[in-house]
């Protein structure tokens, strides 16, 4: 009897182990899937701003900065130029930190379209970009000029 049970433990054990191998490499494949569909989504990520009496989709990648006017923004993308009835701040709020920075009290870059900085200035696809002394210390540990 003793040998028939070392037989079948012999018999069980290596096919335990295939399953569990097997179990790991989907899981494995099944988290890669996830994280691949998610950075797709965060790159289809948008907002919508009023202009006039409709609104317009903004893919938050494509824009490079966005410029207070008063009670107005002007949103600078990658194909065009908008201007919004909304505040600074509010739109500071609806743009993920790690890829927008509050320079001036007038403006907020992509960091993704900062070409070079300086400690005064910053150049955003040709366009120079004011540093606001508030902002100097945040924008500095931000872009990693020391």
């Known amino acids: 009897m003793n040998t028939l049970l070392d037989v079948n433990v012999a018999a069980i054990i290596p096919f335990v182990y295939v399953l569990f191998k097997n179990f790991q490499t989907a899981n494995k494949k099944t988290l890669a899937l996830e994280i691949k569909q998610q950075d797709h989504l965060k790159e289809e990520e948008f907002i919508y701003l009023k202009v006039e009496k409709s609104l317009i989709k903004i893919f938050i990648k494509d824009i490079i900065f966005v410029e207070s006017l008063k009670n107005y923004i002007k949103v ?11 505040s ?7 743009l993920p930190n790690a890829k927008f920075l509050r320079v001036h009290r007038s403006y907020i870059v992509g960091l993704d379209f900062i070409d070079s900085f300086s400690p005064s200035k910053l150049m955003l696809n ?11 210390d945040e924008v500095k540990k931000a872009l990693g000029y020391f």
């Open 88 to 94: 600074l701040t509010s739109i500071q709020e609806s």
């Open 126 to 136: 040709g366009v120079s970009i004011p540093i606001g002394r508030k902002y100097k």
């Open 76 to 86: 600078k993308t990658t194909e065009t130029e908008i201007i919004a009835y909304k």
